[in-house]
């Protein structure tokens, strides 16, 4: 399942978790890190997605609201924002002016760069994109991606397949500079959100397709321990 989102229209924001990406030489800060989307955005909420990696699963870095999570690695892919709201998705060795970005989450190397399939990706088999722990290589997977002019951005979900296949679905798509976001059954959504019924308030999340894991308040009543992006109107 590929999610365009037009970015004229939307805006892309990335929120760290109650824990993760964990510093192993930083304790948790409950009160910086609540782990749900803001309440001053949530009436121009359209839709929210799933981060990237646990720490532990190659340390990508993270950093939003002004505070680095993990720091950065030199050759993994970035999702970057700038001030304005345009996204970049790059390695982070592209990446020359780092004070001028709102919020950037790594990922394992960049899976598509300026159109062109990473060179590791020419074998099914290849685990540096995640794997189960018995080293199974077909799974759920998730990836952003941005078109050549930097008007969409490709939010992708797929169950069941490689990251060679998940790299080639994004390419079809339109994306030319794709980044791997999440693996496995429980952590890849794509979630939308519409007013609950009046007896309750507020507002209620649904999964876009069939067979995504997720609670009705996810990312609003309680503190997602992982990272996730939200989307909303300009």
């Given at each position: 399942?590929?999610?365009?989102?037009?970015?004229?229209?939307?805006?892309?924001?990335?929120?760290?978790?109650?824990?993760?990406?964990?510093?192993?030489?930083?304790?948790?800060?409950?009160?910086?890190?609540?782990?749900?989307?803001?309440?001053?955005?949530?009436?121009?909420?359209?839709?929210?997605?799933?981060?990237?990696?646990?720490?532990?699963?190659?340390?990508?870095?993270?950093?939003?609201?002004?505070?680095?999570w993990l720091a950065p690695k030199k050759h993994s892919c970035t999702i970057a924002a700038q001030v304005d709201g345009?996204?970049?998705?790059?390695?982070?060795?592209?990446?020359?002016?780092?004070?001028?970005?709102?919020?950037?989450?790594q990922t394992p190397a960049c899976m598509v760069e300026g159109g062109v399939l990473h060179s590791g990706l020419?074998?099914?088999?290849?685990?540096?994109?995640?794997?189960?722990?018995?080293?199974?290589?077909?799974?759920?997977?998730?990836?952003?991606?941005?078109?050549?002019?930097?008007?969409?951005?490709?939010?992708?979900?797929?169950?069941?397949?490689?990251?060679?296949?998940?790299?080639?679905?994004?390419?079809?798509?339109?994306?030319?500079?794709?980044?791997?976001?999440?693996?496995?059954?429980?952590?890849?959504?794509?979630?939308?959100?519409?007013?609950?019924?009046?007896?309750?308030?507020?507002?209620?999340?649904?999964?876009?397709?069939?067979?995504?894991?997720?609670?009705?308040?996810?990312?609003?009543?309680?503190?997602?321990?992982?990272?996730?992006?939200?989307?909303?109107?300009?």
């Open positions: 399942f590929v999610f365009a989102l037009d970015l004229s229209r939307l805006e892309v924001h990335a929120v760290a978790g109650s824990v993760e990406p964990r510093r192993d030489d930083a304790p948790v800060d409950a009160a910086a890190r609540p782990g749900v989307i803001p309440s001053s955005d949530r009436g121009a909420l359209v839709a929210a997605f799933n981060g990237g990696f646990k720490a532990e699963h190659g340390h990508y870095g993270m950093m939003s609201n002004g505070v680095e345009r996204l970049t998705i790059a390695p982070w060795t592209s990446i020359t002016d780092d004070s001028s970005l709102s919020w950037w989450r020419r074998a099914e088999g290849n685990r540096n994109w995640g794997a189960t722990l018995e080293g199974d290589t077909v799974i759920r997977r998730s990836a952003v991606g941005l078109s050549d002019d930097g008007k969409f951005l490709f939010v992708g979900i797929g169950n069941s397949m490689t990251a060679p296949a998940l790299a080639r679905g994004m390419l079809h798509a339109g994306a030319t500079q794709v980044a791997q976001l999440d693996v496995n059954f429980s952590y890849p959504r794509f979630l939308t959100y519409q007013d609950a019924p009046e007896s309750e308030g507020g507002l209620v999340a649904r999964g876009a397709v069939r067979g995504l894991l997720y609670e009705s308040d996810e990312y609003l009543g309680h503190a997602s321990k992982r990272d996730f992006f939200y989307v909303t109107l300009r």
